[in-house]
């Protein structure tokens, strides 16, 4: 497609699931990002993944959350065991990598734990 | 860590009126760029910055690369209702943290008609 395309765009799941959002970044795209953000907040930093490089798990806030990717298209976060406070926007982004940094944006799934 | 300082945090503005919001960094970057969020979306690329002394247009949005290469400013003029959401500078972080492009914390924007 044109854009980053996120799926579910929605998603509402109950405390203790597990839950896998879905990314499909811009066709030769070779950098991804997952952000979260939080109701009335800015961008949280998760992951990023460059090519064939190990990803920067930097920004994962616990052992409770991983991503993967196959080499430069769809990825994955899962969230296990999910908690209240996971609830909110999670955002993926993909640029062309490298030296160029302009990131473009995918609409975010909105995860609610109840 | 490396962090982008954007001011101010929120505006409420009148509409018509012209805005203008502000990124500093503590080191130099050789890339600027603004992006806008409209509620419930995600963050839009609106102008990128390449050169220190830049000076970009993008309609009513006007956005400058600082001379001194650690700062950045993004001019709304004659603001309308649907210019209302979260403004967010970014820079490259190269060998940084937080992947190779950071953020700032965001300038939200409320437009009264």
């Known amino acids: 497609g044109a854009g980053v395309s996120q799926s579910p765009s929605n998603k509402v799941t109950e405390k203790g699931k597990d839950v896998e959002l879905r990314c499909d970044p811009i066709s030769g795209h070779t950098a991804l990002y997952w952000y979260r953000q939080r109701l009335g907040q800015g961008l949280e930093f998760l992951i990023y993944?460059?090519?064939?490089?190990?990803?920067?798990k930097s920004g994962l806030p616990s052992d409770r959350f991983s991503a993967e990717r196959t080499g430069e298209s769809v990825s994955t976060l899962t969230i296990q065991r999910t908690q209240q406070e996971d609830s909110a926007v999670y955002l993926c982004a993909s640029s062309w990598g490298h030296q160029n940094t302009e990131a473009f944006f995918g609409q975010g799934t909105r995860l609610t734990v109840v | 860590g490396q962090q982008l300082n954007q001011s101010p945090q929120s505006m409420f503005i009148q509409e018509g009126e012209d805005v203008s919001m502000n990124c500093t960094s503590s080191s130099i970057f050789n890339t600027w760029l603004w992006y806008k969020q409209d509620p419930g979306e995600g963050p839009v690329l609106l102008i990128a910055l390449y050169k220190a002394g830049e000076l970009t247009s993008n309609g009513r949005l006007t956005a400058q690369f600082g001379i001194t290469r650690k700062d950045s400013f993004l001019n709304i003029s004659a603001s309308i209702p649907s210019d209302v959401g979260i403004y967010f500078c970014?820079?490259?972080?190269?060998?940084?943290?937080?992947?190779?492009?950071?953020f700032g914390k965001g300038t939200k924007l409320s437009v009264k008609p």
């Open positions: 993944f460059q090519g064939n490089s190990a990803p920067d």
């Open positions: 970014a820079g490259p972080n190269y060998g940084g943290s937080q992947g190779n492009l950071i």
